[in-house]
């Protein structure tokens, strides 16, 4: 049990550092590769960024649950 959690831990963890890295800062980041720049100027936010946002808040959300699930059962 303590196995898997670790490797959700590990691929989670991996996975918020580069949706993290896709999302657009101050210079445009790496999202306006797929697309997300010709949209988001148009319509001020494109599908693309919707997305990618939902999709980092579930990573994000697995990844606090795979830390908690740890703490509690690396607790003596």
Known sequence: MKLLFEI??????????VLVL????RGGGLSSMFGGSM?????GS??????LNYVTVVCAIIWV???VVLGLLYRP
Do not use: D, M, P, Y
């Open 46 to 51: 494109s599908v693309v960024e919707k997305n």
């Open 8 to 17: 959700g831990l590990i691929v989670s963890s991996i996975a918020l550092i």
């Open 22 to 25: 896709f999302h657009r800062g």
């Open 39 to 43: 949209t988001s100027q148009l319509s």
């Open 65 to 67: 649950g795979c830390i």
